[in-house]
């Protein structure tokens, strides 16, 4: 196996391997396989792959990761490699110290062995150099022609691909280019214009409905009819307990015949009586005093049953809330509303607020139908925000259905979108998110 022949057979097996290599690797690949692989064809002490024209410059070194182009030796070899390529060669040419003039010829010895093998790859690409103990043997010779042939051939197509667009740079720009035209796309779609929009909660609710009211001071003694439920007008809706007016009305009657009686006796004896007949007026002043206080009585006992005013639904909370509650003037106890005539309210969070307009769109998704949406034309829009029963500051929102839309039935939530005005897409996107940071960063 260690005959001449099989280590000839072993060198052009090696050869071709290199060569098949050289032409399928990348272009980073290549120059760590030149100066490195090829010892397995030729031998040699140090290899330098040396770039010619434009930016000329030393590769790759064989044995080292990354040539230093601060580092004495780098240096070195760059001068002498520029003084190479003052004498352009197409031809493999083998060198000696005696071959380079000047100082580079004195410091030969420093950096080199006795023998330097400069191959050329292709015409002004640059050359692969061998430092060897020894000269070049004829058929180290042939095998080196025959592998830079294929060196020469592989660097080309890296660099024509690269400039063509086909080398790892070029996809690399391509990238950059994309992912470029990808950023500028996205700046330019931040200034579309797009309506900005914000959710609120809503509901349905009555509109211009009929306020009951307690029309006195007392105590809910009976509540005549159910929630939801139709009523006529003039139908009783709930009485308050008269128990106390009857009581004061009984009072008032019995002061009222005791005024009487004594004013009727006074009459009598002021016939004849000075001082009696100068107490008439006084005693005719209580007399209509107490005759008043019946009337008012009498008035407060007919408005203890609450009527309908007009027809429609009783809107109110469970009737056994109310029974025995006692109840101010004025109080709100209930709502009658025609089921026809109802509106959306909603609640925007001092958050979410954006610039309302009166006649913006509005579109309402009821929890018990999301996937059919009601629009609607926004009516009011609250200037000043009030806390919720939640205790969330937000800011009262109305808005009317749009004609041939049925009705819902009152009470019904769900979520209103709210329309505003036509900002830019980045404004709208990143408005909370600044917000937010212009909170916390206080400024």
């Not at 050869?15 to 120059?31: F, G, P, T, Y």
């Amino acid at each position: 196996m260690n005959s001449p022949q099989s280590q000839q057979l072993l060198r052009l097996t090696l050869l071709l391997r290199l060569e098949s290599r050289a032409r399928a690797v990348r272009e980073d690949e290549l120059d760590f396989l030149m100066v490195n692989e090829t010892l397995g064809v030729v031998r040699y002490r140090q290899a330098v792959l040396w770039r010619s024209g434009p930016g000329a410059r030393v590769l790759a070194i064989s044995g080292v990761t990354m040539p230093d182009a601060n580092a004495p030796y780098v240096v070195w070899l760059t001068r002498l490699c520029r003084a190479l390529d003052a004498e352009p060669a197409t031809d493999m040419r083998e060198l000696t110290a005696a071959d380079v003039p000047g100082e580079l010829g004195e410091q030969w010895d420093e950096w080199l062995p006795q023998h330097l093998v400069r191959v050329p790859l292709e015409p002004g690409l640059g050359a692969l150099l061998l430092a060897r103990e020894e000269p070049l043997g004829d058929g180290d010779r042939q095998l080196l022609g025959i592998l830079a042939d294929a060196y020469g051939h592989a660097w080309g197509a890296q660099r024509a691909r690269r400039r063509f667009g086909d080398g790892p740079s070029s996809l690399v720009k391509r990238r950059r280019w994309i992912i470029g035209a990808l950023a500028l796309g996205v700046v330019a779609a931040g200034f579309i214009p797009v309506r900005q929009s914000a959710l609120a909660p809503a509901e349905i609710s009555a509109r211009e409905p009929a306020v009951i009211r307690a029309p006195l001071e007392g105590v809910v003694d009976n509540v005549l009819v159910r929630p939801n439920e139709q009523v006529v007008e003039g139908q009783t809706l709930f009485n308050l307990d008269p128990r106390r007016l009857r009581n004061q009305l009984a009072v008032a009657v019995g002061a009222m015949e005791a005024v009487d009686a004594e004013l009727r006796q006074a009459r009598q004896q002021a016939v004849v009586d000075q001082k009696v007949r100068a107490s008439l007026p006084v005693l005719q002043g209580k007399y209509d005093q107490q005759v008043a206080e019946i009337a008012y009585l009498r008035e407060q006992l007919e408005r203890v049953e609450v009527k309908a005013p007009k027809g429609g639904l009783a809107v109110f909370d469970d009737p056994n809330e109310w029974l025995g509650r006692p109840v101010v003037i004025g109080e709100r106890v209930m709502l009658v509303a025609d089921p026809d005539k109802v509106e959306i309210e909603a609640r925007l969070a001092v958050s979410d607020a954006i610039d309302l307009e009166s006649g913006a769109p509005v579109r309402l998704f009821l929890n018990i139908d999301p996937e059919r949406p009601r629009d609607g034309v926004l009516t009011l829009a609250a200037y000043q925000a009030q806390p919720g029963s939640d205790g969330v500051l937000a800011y009262r929102v109305k808005a009317r259905l749009e004609d041939g839309e049925v009705p819902p039935r009152i009470g019904l939530k769900g979520t209103a979108k709210l329309y505003g005005a036509r900002v830019p897409l980045a404004y709208a996107v990143f408005r909370r998110p600044l917000a937010a940071a212009r909170q916390w960063l206080g400024f």
